[in-house]
């Protein structure tokens, strides 16, 4: 915000400088015979200019502006010129007592290359104002749609996996935050595993054991590993942790809602896909086959997906073709 009200207070300070210079130009014209016509491409320069610092102050007034690095050189760059040329304008003590007894005594004081150096100066400077408005006013358009593209995205997913729900995360971190260090190493050194993930074996890696064997923290400690090794853009892993104590809320379409929301959130065409299907149901909720088949358009675009469930006995509310 300091920033913006410099570069505006500078911008204001142009403006003023602008005003004084053209009229020293003015007075040149007047009293210079046979005035070079240079003098008028300075004002029509210093005009321009001060259109543009006038357009560069009401820009930062709006709530949206940037007050950015270029923009702030231009301007004083342009404050700087505009000052050697006000000084340069302003006549010598001596010319100041003839003019005052009726002769003739203002000389244009800058040479061609100099004034046309000013100029060129000017004319920059005018140009990057102008631009950089420009580009910031094209960045400050980006960040409104990105705004709403993000609002649209939470509403998407909110749609998909309403918060109210038990969230994959949470309960991912919870069964971490219980993990011994180095728990489950063996488990990915295994022949089992690494024939899994790199495809050498079956599509399904079945773990079974015994209640309260550890086969959760075997999982959590799965899905932690595959999020660190899988990074391509086309493979996706994937997870829904079952709990016996909600098994109310931990039901077949609540599983297939999980991992359409972790495959639309980490996924620009599955959220996509997802946004289409908002749009065809007016934000009504997808049923139970909605649901799969939205799923199943999402696998079919990515190269490779990793799901893994933890608990599928615990699941409430399905029967057992569904589990």
Not at 21 to 38: E, G, R
Not at 57 to 86: F, S
Not at 148 to 154: G, I, L, Q, S, V
Request: charged share 25%.
């Amino acid at each position: 915000m300091a920033e913006a009200l410099g570069i505006a207070s500078a911008a204001v300070a142009i403006v003023e400088l602008s005003v004084k210079v053209a009229a020293s130009c003015l007075q040149y014209t007047k009293d210079v015979k046979n005035a070079p016509n240079d003098i008028q491409r300075l004002i029509r320069e210093t005009d321009a200019l001060k259109t543009a610092a006038e357009a560069v102050r009401e820009y930062l007034q709006r709530p949206n502006a940037e007050a950015t690095k270029g923009l702030d050189d231009a301007i004083q760059g342009a404050l700087v010129q505009l000052e050697r040329l006000q000084n340069g304008l302003q006549p010598r003590t001596g010319r100041k007592v003839m003019s005052k007894v009726g002769l003739r005594a203002l000389r244009w004081p800058f040479q061609r290359e100099d004034l046309d150096k000013a100029i060129s100066d000017l004319m920059r400077c005018t140009q990057i104002m102008m631009i950089a408005m420009q580009v910031n006013e094209a960045r400050a358009v980006d960040r409104v749609e990105a705004n709403a593209n993000e609002d649209k995205r939470h509403e998407i997913l909110a749609w998909l996996y309403p918060t109210q729900h038990p969230q994959a995360e949470d309960a991912l971190h919870d069964l971490l935050s219980r993990r011994q260090s180095g728990t489950g190493t063996w488990f990915l050194e295994s022949s089992a595993f690494r024939g899994w993930i790199n495809g050498e074996e079956s599509d399904l890696l079945w773990v079974t054991g015994l209640p309260g064997a550890g086969k959760s923290l075997l999982c959590a400690t799965m899905i932690e590993h595959l999020q660190a090794v899988i990074k391509e853009p086309n493979q996706k892993v994937v997870f829904f942790i079952c709990s016996f104590k909600d098994q109310e809320e931990t039901t077949t379409k609540l599983f297939l809602m999980s991992l359409a929301a972790q495959l639309a959130a980490t996924s620009s065409e599955c959220l996509e896909l997802a946004t289409k299907s908002f749009g065809k149901k007016n934000g009504h909720p997808l049923r139970l086959d909605e649901y799969l088949a939205l799923v199943q358009s999402f696998l079919h675009g990515l190269q490779r997906v990793f799901i893994i469930v933890d608990g599928l006995d615990e699941m409430g509310g399905a029967n057992i073709k569904e589990k």
